[in-house]
């Protein structure tokens, strides 16, 4: 009996001293260049997009780096889901028509924001409609699609509107 009651109180003590839950936040990089747009554009800009999630927190973290694009920049934004992974096209999934603040009209930049994923305006309408009417459902879509390589980051341009660089985002070991 004296034993069990040790465990008993031992156990609600790892309980008491274990988190309520962990955050979940895994990073995803991207190297955006025109051979990697579909179809290839042949542009010399490139750039660097890291992505950080956490589903926990509800947080999508954007840091963006690019340079020498053919022409000024118009939108950038997030696609998913492709239907195979590294290729093909998707729809755009977060905000629209681009991230907030995002430098437009400039051939080079940075861009760094954090988006809470609880929110509606963190994302495409039709990307949340298209995943159950939810932020919820919009948000396990993309950690899926982030997981299994079927999202991308675009950057459009003037001289290229469909996009001038893209990158699929990959996990960071």
């Not at 590294?86 to 760094?112: H, I, K, L, R, W």
């Not at 899926?144 to 980051?153: D, E, I, P, T, V």
Request: glycine letters at 10%.
């Amino acid at each position: 009996m004296k034993s069990l009651m040790g465990m008993t109180i031992l156990t609600a003590a790892a309980f008491l001293i274990a988190p309520a839950s962990q955050a979940a936040l895994i990073k995803y990089t991207a190297n955006l260049t025109g051979a990697a747009q579909e179809p290839p554009t042949g542009s010399p800009g490139t750039g660097t997009a890291v992505v950080g999630f956490d589903n926990v927190k509800h947080v999508l973290s954007i840091a963006v780096t690019f340079t020498g694009l053919s022409s000024n920049t118009t939108v950038a934004h997030i696609h998913c889901c492709t239907a195979m992974p590294g290729v093909g096209t998707a729809d755009v999934a977060t905000t629209t028509p681009t991230f907030p603040g995002f430098p437009a009209g400039v051939t080079s930049g940075s861009y760094d924001m954090t988006f809470d994923t609880s929110l509606e305006g963190s994302w495409n309408a039709a990307f949340i409609t298209a995943n159950g009417g939810t932020t919820s459902g919009a948000e396990a879509a993309l950690a899926a699609a982030l997981a299994a390589g079927k999202a991308y980051f675009n950057l459009h341009t003037s001289a290229f509107p469909p996009g001038e660089i893209r990158g699929f985002l990959t996990a960071v070991p």
